[in-house]
C-alpha cells in the first residue's frame, strides 16, 4: 500500500507566514514528510520563495518581484501581514532555505511559479543550486508551464519533474509524459480512482494540492495518492498516523 506522504504546501502556512522561514521550521518541527515552496526570480537573477510575482499581498512593498534586486528584496517585512508576531521576517532566497533545508532528512517540491512570468533561465539557477546542495535527487521540480518542464528536461533527463495543473484534461499522464515531466501534481477537485491507477500503471507519482480537510485527506490516501499539500501539516500527520483506516 502507498504511503501518502504529507508536504507541507508553503511551509505550514496556515501557521506562520507562506513561503517563510518560520513556515518552513514549523514544517519541520510537526514531522511532515516535505516541503513545497513557490521560486520567483529578482532582477540580479536570484531565485527567492514567494508565489506572487507581485508583492503586494504578503510583504509591505509594491511592484513585482522582477523589478528588484534581493538586496532591495530583503529589507522588505514579509511577516506582518499575516500577523505582528512576524514582523522581522524576511523574503528568503532559495539558497539560504537550501542551506538550512540540507541538513534535515525532508523531500522537497519546488514549485517554478513562471507560468505568468516566463523567466530566463530560472531552471539553469535552480538546477545549480540543487547541485550544490546535494537536494537533486531529494526533490521534485514542478511547473504548470509545460515549456518550462521541457526545458528542465533537456538539462537532466534523471531529476524528478511533474506537470501541474488543474486543468481537466483528456488522459493526463500521457500529456505529462509528452511533455518531458514523470510526475503529476493535481488540484484536488481532479482527483479520482482511475487517474490514480493511470499513474501508477506508468510508474508516475501522483501529488495532490490543496488538501486541508480531512475528508480530503482521506479520499487521498484511500486512493492511494503518493503525496498532498496541506497548510496542516501537523493536522494530516495525525490524520494518517493516528487515525486507524478502516
Ligand atoms: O504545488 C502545488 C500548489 O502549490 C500549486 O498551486 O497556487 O498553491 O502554488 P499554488
Ligand atoms: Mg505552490
Known amino acids: 500500500m502507498v504511503k501518502t506522504l504529507i508536504y507541507a504546501h508553503r511551509g505550514a502556512s496556515k501557521l506562520a507566514p507562506e513561503n517563510t522561514m518560520p513556515a518552513f521550521e514549523l514544517a519541520y518541527n510537526a514531522g511532515a514528510d516535505g516541503i513545497e515552496t513557490d521560486v520567483q526570480l529578482t532582477k540580479d537573477q536570484v531565485p527567492v520563495l514567494l508565489h506572487d510575482e507581485n508583492l503586494r499581498r504578503t510583504t509591505n512593498g509594491t511592484g513585482f518581484v522582477q523589478d528588484y534586486t534581493y538586496k532591495e528584496l530583503k ?8 500577523a505582528s508576531k512576524f514582523s522581522d521576517t524576511s523574503i528568503v532566497t532559495l539558497e539560504a ?20 512570468i516566463d523567466y530566463k533561465d530560472l531552471e539553469k539557477h535552480v538546477y545549480d543550486l540543487l547541485v550544490s546542495y546535494g537536494q537533486l535527487s531529494n526533490t521534485v521540480i ?23 495543473t488543474s486543468q481537466k484534461t483528456r ?5 505529462a509524459e509528452k511533455i518531458g515531466a514523470n510526475n503529476l501534481h493535481i488540484k484536488y477537485r481532479l482527483l479520482n480512482k482511475r487517474l ?5 500503471r506508468r ?22 495518492c503518493d503525496g498532498i499539500f496541506t497548510d ?10 493516528v487515525v486507524p483506516s478502516d
Open 196 to 200: 490514480v491507477k493511470q499513474c501508477h
Open 171 to 175: 488522459n493526463l499522464p500521457a500529456y
Open 203 to 224: 510508474d508516475m507519482p501522483i501529488r495532490i494540492y490543496t488538501v486541508n480537510r480531512p475528508i480530503q485527506m482521506r479520499k487521498c490516501m484511500r486512493t492511494a
Open 142 to 164: 514542478s511547473s504548470f508551464n509545460s515549456e518550462s518542464i521541457t526545458r528542465f528536461k533537456r538539462i537532466d533527463s534523471s531529476i524528478q519533474l511533474a506537470f501541474l
Open 232 to 241: 496542516v501539516p501537523h493536522l494530516a500527520l495525525e490524520y494518517r498516523d
Open 75 to 82: 529589507k522588505l517585512d514579509a511577516g506582518s501581514w499575516f
Open 97 to 116: 532555505f537550501l542551506r538550512w533545508f540540507q541538513t534535515k532528512s525532508m523531500k522537497l517540491n519546488l514549485e517554478l511559479k513562471n507560468n505568468v
